[in-house]
């Protein structure tokens, strides 16, 4: 009996957590126009999905941004994370207080701080705020990804190395990177999904002349809910899945 | 032994240099604009003032209203998350591993979609045409639709689906490791199961409450988007005042001492959640 009651509250929370995924997959797949009656299997959101020109140019976009912020940040989080685990510094408490406080703040605090930086400064509201601003958003995760796996590295190798003749640079390259590739990896997959899905720091540093998917999504949900947007979101649902699965699955390897 | 540092020196001045551009100037720039005065011609303007903080305690403003609207709101959504995700989290930590982290997988894959997209779907069931009332008017359970979407409900639905991962996971780091022998040793003295909860298992998972929480009760606060559009027009929350204030009506000393305000909020959550684990590590929260 109590088998019964744990499978079946664990059931409760998992459908609540996939019906609403599923409905949006099934209704892409759905003939009909505007209502939700069964219309039929069709492909006919799809194809509309791929002519849609403004679209794609908003996929490029943030393709480019999600692609340039999380390898950026991918650099910056793992030397910040190296110097974490391996170096006694001034300020390194803080150091860590501050990218462990990063992550927790409400976006919306960071999005307004950003927004008053570029408005200070002069930097055009566009690529390059946003490029800012995804960086900025994804180094603190790099640095808890790849420092998670520094820890459970066996000290040793770097002492060995340094007393073979290795300078730091040649560590970095020669010790670290081979053992922290799948680290470094899974990092730059959180940041690049991070970055593709943020809705609120975007909505704040973007311009009008540089249209990002999340904030495309959001204004064609605003200006009318058409079938198209049902096939969109599947979509980016299922390439963010095997993202996710990928990246598990080479945290899972090296583990 | 030979000591080059400029690797140190250069990752170390990397680091550093940007977090203090990107993150900690501004967050002096939002401190400084929020004791600013506004007018119509430029978005923030001497003399300096603390008028922006005192409105938000001013009971005759608008702006206390809705602070306490988005505690309200957040706290329940938070409550919510709490009694469901405890359920959960200690069911999925006490089972075997492999199972464990194949459940736990499943529950970070919708996490780690965009949570837009997840409330656009909540969009398509709590609509009036929508999956939920077609299932129950086909059922004859109902014979006219329920208006569901743009409510207060719907809101807390929305914000309940999105943020209840982030109290789950940290549960289940924190419960998976709970000595199992302290709970044997309370029933052989003679516990029974509300005392051992109470008095065993609650107080060692504190930790993990707390963190659930911050991670709950902020967001829930801040996410515009989900009351914009699952709300209807009344469902205003702090992220909705800070979003019109900085990009409709521009007055961005209002909005900045309300952020303000926020990263105090989260200062103080943090220092009780320190607190509650002092001797471990603060990094564990994630």
């Not at chain 2, 996410?223 to 961005?252: E, H, R």
């Amino acid at each position: 009996m109590n088998r019964f009651w744990t499978a079946s509250y664990l059931t409760f929370i998992y459908l609540f957590f996939y019906i609403p995924i599923a409905v949006l997959v099934i209704y892409s797949f759905n003939g009909a126009q505007y209502s939700l009656v069964w219309h039929g299997f069709s492909w006919h959101w799809y194809q509309e999905l791929f002519t849609d020109k403004d679209l794609w140019v908003a996929v490029a976009h943030s393709l480019v941004l999600g692609i340039s912020a999380a390898s950026i940040a991918m650099i910056i989080g793992t030397l910040a994370a190296n110097c974490l685990y391996r170096y006694q510094f001034l300020g390194k408490n803080f150091l860590y207080a501050l990218i462990f406080i990063l992550i927790l703040t409400p976006d919306i605090v960071t999005a307004i701080s950003l927004l008053i930086l570029f408005s200070l400064t002069n930097i055009n509201l566009g690529f390059w705020s946003l490029l800012f601003a995804h960086i900025t958003f994804c180094i603190p995760f790099v640095v808890v990804t790849v420092y998670s796996r520094l820890v459970s590295f066996d000290n040793y190798i770097f002492e060995a190395a340094k007393d073979l003749g290795a300078n730091d640079w040649v560590i970095f390259q020669r010790v670290n990177m081979p053992l922290l590739w799948p680290a470094m990896l899974a990092g730059w997959v959180l940041s690049f999904t991070l970055s593709i899905d943020d809705v609120i720091i975007s909505y704040f540093v973007t311009g009008p002349e540089f249209q990002i998917l999340p904030l495309k999504i959001y204004s064609m949900i605003h200006t009318g809910i058409k079938p198209e947007i049902n096939a969109l979101c599947a979509m980016t649902f299922f390439i963010t899945l095997l993202l996710v699965i990928y990246s598990q699955f080479l945290l899972r390897k090296k583990s | 032994m030979k000591h080059d540092n400029g690797f140190k020196y250069f990752s170390l001045s990397a680091i550093w240099l940007w977090l203090s551009i990107f993150a900690l100037f501004p967050l002096c720039l939002v401190t400084l604009a929020s004791f600013l005065s506004h007018d119509q011609d430029s978005l923030v303007r001497l003399p300096f003032t603390i008028t922006n903080y005192l409105n938000l305690f001013n009971p005759l403003h608008l702006t206390l209203k809705i602070f306490e609207r988005s505690f309200y709101m957040a706290g329940f959504c938070t409550l919510i998350c709490l009694a469901l995700g405890y359920p959960f989290a200690f069911l999925i930590a006490r089972l075997k591993n492999s199972w464990k982290n194949f459940l736990i997988l499943l529950i970070i894959i919708p996490f780690w979609t965009s949570s837009l997209i997840r409330t656009y779907s909540m969009m398509t069931l709590l609509k009036s045409k929508g999956v939920i009332n077609t299932i129950l008017l086909s059922l004859h359970i109902i014979d006219k639709p329920l208006s569901l979407l743009y409510t207060d409900t719907a809101v807390l639905i929305g914000l309940v689906y999105n943020l209840l991962p982030f109290m789950v996971l940290p549960l289940i780091t924190n419960i998976e490791r709970l000595d199992n022998q302290l709970i044997d040793a309370a029933r052989d003295l003679g516990a029974n199961r509300l005392t051992t909860l109470i008095r065993i298992i609650l107080p060692l998972t504190m930790p993990g409450i707390l963190a659930g929480c911050i991670l709950v009760f902020l967001p829930a606060m801040t996410i515009f988007y989900i009351p914009d559009l699952l709300g209807g027009a009344k469902s205003i929350l702090l992220g909705n005042v800070i979003q019109s204030q900085f990009l409709v009506s521009q007055n961005w000393p209002a909005g900045s001492a309300m952020s303000i305000v926020l990263t105090l909020l989260l200062g103080f959550l943090l220092i009780i959640y320190w607190r509650s684990k002092r001797d471990k590590e603060a990094g564990e929260l994630l």
